[in-house]
């Protein structure tokens, strides 16, 4: 939860609903149909995905996932510092002369602060949000639950916000969004990889309020 209060992305998801349920409202404005509790469930629907979409990251990944610290964002270990392993069979100058070249902890612990994130979650995997783009077709052309769609729309806006948020994490971005993949992806294959989603959350948006 605190990591996600220091995102400005997260701040931005948000607000995100508000301004989709109030524009889904205005443009259905007629004399015979406020079309008012429907603004609501989209809202309500929104606001669900993203408490759906945190609370993966915050609670439900103790049941199946994993402590990642990504390297670049704080040490891998979990006090900061950095591991060394001396050689064995080594005579007593050479073993003061190695000490000498490791850092004490002391000095170690004044990197920058360490970032801890759960990986290999459900609601980050790759399948996950391949599997968004049919589903939200069937809500679109099929249920015509406003509910649901707003619940879709929800896990949309925080999958996209988080992605973006991390834009400057390659490592992070690959640890915890394409961990399926065997092959570590390019710079640019990430960079596409974030412009299709964010670009599949906009359309889906338009075509909610439409």
Do not use: C
Not at 137 to 145: A, E, K, M, Q, V
């Amino acid at each position: 939860m605190e990591a996600s209060q220091k995102n400005p992305g997260f701040i931005v998801s948000l607000l995100v609903p508000i301004f989709v349920a109030a524009l889904y409202y205005l443009l259905r404005l007629d004399a015979n149909n406020a079309r008012i509790f429907e603004a609501v469930l989209l809202l309500a629907g929104m606001y669900l995905g993203l408490a759906l979409f945190l609370l993966d990251a915050t609670e439900l990944y103790k049941h199946y996932s994993k402590i990642n610290r990504v390297p670049g964002l704080g040490s891998a270990n979990s006090g900061g510092e950095s591991t060394q392993i001396m050689p064995e069979n080594v005579n007593a100058d050479a073993s003061e002369a190695f000490q000498a070249q490791v850092p004490s902890a002391e000095h170690s612990t004044t990197a920058e602060p360490e970032h801890v994130h759960p990986s290999h979650l459900i609601t980050r995997s790759l399948l996950f949000v391949l599997s968004l783009v049919p589903l939200g077709i069937f809500l679109l052309t099929s249920t015509g639950s406003v509910l649901g769609i707003g619940l879709y729309l929800g896990i949309l806006v925080s999958y996209s916000s988080e992605l973006v948020s991390f834009y400057h994490s390659p490592q992070l971005i690959r640890d915890r969004f394409l961990y399926q993949l065997k092959k570590a992806p390019q710079a640019n294959e990430m960079l596409w990889f974030m412009v299709g989603v964010v670009t599949w959350t906009v359309l889906f948006g338009v075509l909610v309020v439409w």
